[in-house]
C-alpha cells in the first residue's frame, strides 16, 4: 500500500522558512502523467491547495503563496519537497502530501480548483507554526 510521509515541518518566527519533504511517492512516478499537491489545513477551516507540480515541472500556486513558496520534485529519489521562505502567522496548518496518480490532462490543473476529494493519496501531515 503506497503510503505517503510528510517531514520538515516545525515552529519558527515569522520570516523565516522551512522545507517540507514527501516520500513514499516512488509508484506515484511511473505515471506518465501525475498531479502532486501540497495542501494545507489550519484549524477550524477546511483543507485548501497550496501548490501543485505536474510530471513535466508545471507548477501552480495559491495566491497567498505566490513568491514565498516553491514546489518541487526530485524524479530520481521520488521526492516531493515544498520551500516556504518568509513565512507568515497565517501560514500556521498541518500541511499534506497528495497525489493523483493517472492524471490525464497535459496542463496543471489551478490549484484553487483542486479539491481534496480529487486526490487519490495522502499522507498523514506535518505541522507548521509561525510565531509573530
Known amino acids: 500500500q503506497v503510503q505517503l510521509v510528510e517531514s520538515g515541518g516545525g515552529s519558527v518566527q515569522a520570516g523565516e522558512s522551512l522545507r517540507l519533504s514527501c516520500t513514499g511517492a516512488?509508484?506515484?512516478?511511473?505515471?506518465?502523467?501525475?498531479?502532486m499537491a501540497w495542501f494545507r489545513q489550519a484549524p477550524g477551516k477546511g483543507r485548501e491547495g497550496v501548490a501543485a507540480?505536474?510530471?513535466?515541472?508545471?507548477?501552480d500556486y495559491a495566491d497567498s503563496v505566490k513568491g514565498r513558496f516553491t514546489i518541487s520534485q526530485d524524479k530520481a529519489s521520488k521526492g516531493l519537497y515544498l520551500q516556504m521562505d518568509n513565512l507568515k502567522p497565517e501560514d500556521t496548518a498541518m500541511y499534506y502530501c497528495a497525489a493523483v496518480m493517472n492524471y490525464y490532462r497535459d496542463y496543471v490543473r489551478p490549484i484553487s480548483s483542486l479539491r481534496p476529494s480529487d486526490m487519490e493519496l495522502w499522507g498523514k501531515g506535518t505541522q507548521v507554526t509561525i510565531a509573530s
Open positions: 507540480i505536474i510530471a513535466d515541472g508545471r507548477t
Open positions: 516512488a509508484s506515484v512516478y511511473t505515471f506518465p502523467r501525475y498531479l
